[in-house]
């Protein structure tokens, strides 16, 4: 017909049956021969329904052994995921599976040829060691024939396995238990090991957010489906050992071969399960997204083609409906496969599927987008093939893509350097300013204009005098009178600084005393500084008051005061004393003159960080105080070299408030 439904074959699930056959498919296989297979949509969470349970099969197989076949499937493919998030996810409420079913004649012929290539193994290993225990001329007697040590030796590979998988006497005590540090139960089904058939293409580990005690359990007869795998394959192996102890003359063999034909008459059910894909479909800002959460196919039906059947199944709006992308994260060996198949991973394009990314890690989020057209009622449903592809016009389009990309990365890096420059200079203008107006009340001191007690003077003192704002010279007169008068103003600048927590609004900090350098230390400092960009900075740390007197003493001579922190390793500064008092003593400050030089600009913290990029002398990061988000308050200054810093002046204050 012509006319498809839009609707998807997915409707149909959510009012009927648990389980539609969507199509027959004859895949290639080796030079000339052909897979048959049937492919199967199936809600799992309604197949397991009372209601359905008892009587409805896929293509012969029992309801919860498909469930068994298809976590064993995704459980070995995605070797790291966890089981039970593999049975909790397939039977979701609107999640979705394609199942791709050998018929039974075919997986009856794999299994024999199975056990041949199995038994052929051993036999080759019993038959070295009969060759060498001969050479060695071991008295042990006649050597036993070949087909009875077969039996012997697969009877003790069996034994322990039957063991560990049989089943409780009560039915609902029989579903599967995570074990730390465990192999997967049903890496012996699906093993490379056996017939080169392992997991396909997979799309990621998925973790789920839930942790619902009264969830469904639905790995009930997880044990004693695992048994049956086992005992048909013995039953497969017990054949071939039949046939090789005829082979040897063992006549006795063969009643219980005849016996053995009877018993392995049906595959099982894991050798029938040829590949899968399970999805869920979500609706994401009004987008309706079919998101592909599992994907993995036998090797040989990989080769075959079977996976891009399976995903071609998934891309038709006439099984899966109306919907405005296939979402998937991929795991970087699948990547290729999916881009092949029109999916992208441009990051802009997959910025509105973010909220997926919590579901998985170590993978790369892809979508595909279908046209137009695809939902036309009279659009033949066409597959997607790369080679149809307008491949001139995709290479322009994500060519200037790139471009288009590149220059947003580079106009944001460009304003968030302006942004730290902006900051940088405003603290270079303040250090200058302070620095003046120290200048200025030395020079008035040094002339005894307008001295303590004394009567102002006129001319050029007086109008330098007269340059403080009304708000600063009120400020100082609040200030602590053991000040000395030069460092009043840089003392109320502080104690502004102190009583700006946005926490504590009400702070009444003062300073009550400072202390200055030796004059010689501070000037030789300077002059070996002269052409350096200086400004004054609060320093974080040290913890202990005798270690900021050391400094102020004797200067930064070393790297013993160097503070761990979440940036590296160096002299954390401060242009904030509230921040810088968050890592120095109880009531003390040590400023400190800095030479930055160039300032590389960091976010990422790397506590192994032990100097700056090369061409940089020094750090700005984001600070790690508790005024996150004020960059005034939380930013730091990073200096790895003591011989870039000097003291300026050890500042003692008290808190007022405290002492009411």
């Known amino acids: 017909s012509s006319s498809r439904n839009l609707e998807g074959i997915v409707k149909q699930l959510l009012v009927g049956q648990p389980a539609v056959c969507l199509t027959d498919l004859s895949v290639p296989y080796g030079p000339s021969g052909r897979h048959r297979l049937s492919v199967y949509l199936v809600n799992i969470k309604r197949l397991l329904n009372p209601t359905f349970k008892s009587a409805c099969q896929v293509a012969g197989i029992p309801a919860q052994d498909l469930v068994h076949a298809l976590a064993a499937l995704y459980d070995v493919a995605l070797g790291s995921m966890e089981t039970e998030i593999i049975y909790s996810t397939v039977s979701g409420d609107n999640t979705y599976s394609l199942v791709a079913v050998r018929e039974p004649e075919e997986a009856l012929a794999a299994a024999e040829a199975r056990a041949e290539r199995a038994l052929a193994a051993e036999r080759k290993k019993l038959q070295k060691q009969q060759e060498e225990s001969s050479a060695s001329g071991d008295p042990a007697g006649e050597p036993q024939p070949i087909g009875e040590a077969l039996a012997q030796a697969r009877k003790a590979l069996y034994v322990p396995l039957l063991a560990k998988y049989t089943p409780p006497d009560e039915a609902e005590l029989d579903h599967f238990e995570p074990e730390p540090e465990r192999t997967s139960d049903f890496v012996q089904f699906y093993s490379s090991d056996e017939d080169g058939e392992t997991g396909g293409d997979g799309d990621g580990e998925w973790e789920d957010e839930d942790d619902d005690d009264d969830e469904d359990d639905f790995s009930v007869g997880y044990r004693g489906f695992i048994r049956r795998q086992l005992e048909s394959r013995i039953q497969f192996e017990a054949r071939a050992a039949d046939r090789i102890k005829a082979a040897d003359g063992a006549t006795e063999g063969a009643p219980e071969s005849s016996t053995n034909e009877a018993k392995a008459a049906n595959p099982a059910v894991v050798d029938r399960l040829a590949g899968a894909a399970t999805f869920d479909l979500k609706t994401v800002e009004g987008e309706r997204v079919v998101h592909l959460v599992f994907l993995a196919v036998r090797s040989r039906f990989r080769r075959a083609g079977l996976g891009s059947a399976l995903l071609r199944s998934l891309k038709d709006p006439a099984i899966v409906g109306r919907h405005s ?79 288009q990309v590149k220059s947003l990365n580079s106009q944001t890096i460009l304003f968030e350097r302006m942004r730290h420059e902006l900051a940088h200079l ?69 104690e502004r600084g102190l009583n700006s927590d946005p926490r504590a609004p009400n702070g009444r900090h003062r300073v009550i005393a400072v202390r200055e350098p030796a004059t010689a230390l501070s000037e030789l400092w300077r002059h070996q500084q002269q052409h350096a960009q200086c400004i004054q900075l609060y320093l974080c740390g040290p913890r202990r008051a005798e270690a900021c007197e050391a400094l102020l003493e004797r200067g930064f001579t070393g790297a013993e005061h160097m503070e761990q922190g979440a940036f590296g390793l160096g002299f954390y500064l401060s242009p904030s004393p509230l921040t810088a008092a968050l890592y120095a003593p109880s009531g003390m400050l040590l400023l400190v003159w800095a030479a930055l030089g160039a300032t590389e600009t960091v976010v990422s913290p790397c506590r192994g960080r032990a100097g700056p990029s090369a061409g940089y002398q020094s750090l700005l990061c984001p600070g790690r105080s508790a005024y996150k988000g004020d960059d005034n308050l939380a930013r730091e200054y990073l200096v790895f070299d003591p011989r870039q810093l000097s003291p300026c002046l050890l500042v003692l204050y008290k808190d007022d408030a405290g002492d009411e």
């Open 325 to 403: 992308a296939v979402v998937v994260h991929a795991d970087p060996d699948a990547v290729s496969f999916f881009a092949r198949w029109g999916f992208i991973t441009d990051p802009v394009m997959n910025e509105k599927w973010k909220e997926f990314a919590d579901q998985f890690y170590n993978c790369t989020i892809m979508s595909y987008h279908p046209p137009w057209s695809a939902f036309a009622p009279d659009h033949p449903a066409l597959p997607y093939s790369p080679r149809l592809d307008a491949k001139e016009m995709e290479r322009q389009f994500f060519a200037n893509r790139a471009q």
């Open 426 to 494: 405003r603290l270079l203008v303040q250090s200058r300013d302070d620095l003046i107006r120290s200048l200025t009340e030395q020079l008035r001191l040094a002339t005894g204009v307008g001295a303590e007690g004394g009567e102002a003077a006129d001319g050029p003192q007086k109008a330098a005098s007269l340059s403080d704002a009304p708000e600063s010279a009120a400020t100082v007169e609040k200030t602590d009178p053991a000040v000395p008068a030069r460092w009043r103003q840089a003392a109320a600048r502080i």
